[in-house]
């Protein structure tokens, strides 16, 4: 634990130290919710979105897209940065296990992640009036769900790229498909049947699925859940397995 701890503290300050990676991840969310709130149209409720608002349902796909930065362009870059300069392959020398290694990366990339949703629903609810979620504890579930599921794909390419750039490339590639299916361009409530079937069955699609259940009161769908559970123990399972320290 104690190595745990040391390793999750020095790669927060390591993040922080990277002002791009600190502004996407910390910041970026808030200023979308801000620009898109800032459109009239956004804040009228819609027929096409159910009697919502667009800012409404933006605040939520802001949170997926907090944790898509995180774990899906920042821990794959991250990680095999550090085994392409050789620094993995120093850690190997002392007593860090991949599983440390993989989980204070989970932890701190979490943390940041924690963060930035924080101040997306502050910012949300005092600028635009956006309800908190009616189920805080099926929220903080959906949440804890769709961070572990997509931080275990984010690790899994990170233990599989065999550079930085190769795992930046990755991240960039696997970003869009899968912010498209949680609603980035197009809000999950206005794609057709075909669109909606597919998002549910993808880690970002079903989060925000579960995100949205939770704003309204209920807690996450079992669909949702069974779906980011099932790609936490896979891609989890494969990232600690095929971790290479060099």
Do not use: H
């Not at 390793?7 to 993040?15: D, H, N, S």
């Not at 922080?16 to 459109?39: D, K, N, W």
């Not at 549910?200 to 859940?225: C, K, V, Y």
Request: no cysteine; aromatic share 10%.
């Amino acid at each position: 634990m104690r190595v745990f701890t040391k390793l999750t503290l020095t790669e927060i300050k390591l993040f922080l130290r990277e002002p791009m990676a600190a502004f996407f991840v910390l910041f970026f969310p808030t200023l979308l919710v801000i620009i898109l709130g800032s459109i009239p149209d956004f804040r009228k409720p819609s027929d096409d979105l159910g009697g919502a608002r667009g800012i409404d349902l933006y605040v939520g796909i802001a949170v997926i897209l907090t944790l898509a930065m995180a774990a899906i362009q920042v821990t794959p870059a991250v990680l095999a940065l550090y085994r392409e300069r050789g620094v993995l392959r120093r850690l190997a020398t002392t007593p860090v296990s991949p599983l440390t290694m993989l989980s204070a990366q989970l932890a701190s990339n979490g943390l940041a992640a924690i963060v930035s949703t924080a101040l997306v629903l502050v910012v949300g609810r005092v600028v635009f009036d956006v309800p908190l979620a009616d189920n805080v504890a099926g929220f903080v579930l959906a949440f804890l769900l769709t961070a572990a599921g997509t931080l275990a794909i984010g690790l899994f390419v990170a233990a599989i790229a065999p550079s930085g750039k190769a795992g930046n490339a990755i991240g960039t590639l696997l970003f869009f498909p899968l912010m498209f299916f949680a609603g980035l361009w197009l809000p999950r409530e206005a794609m057709p049947g075909v669109l909606q079937r597919i998002a549910d069955f993808t880690p970002l699609g079903a989060g925000e699925r579960a995100l949205s259940d939770a704003m309204t009161g209920s807690w996450p769908n079992m669909l949702s859940a069974t779906v980011l559970v099932g790609y936490l123990a896979v891609f989890g399972f494969a990232a600690v397995r095929l971790f290479r320290w060099s």
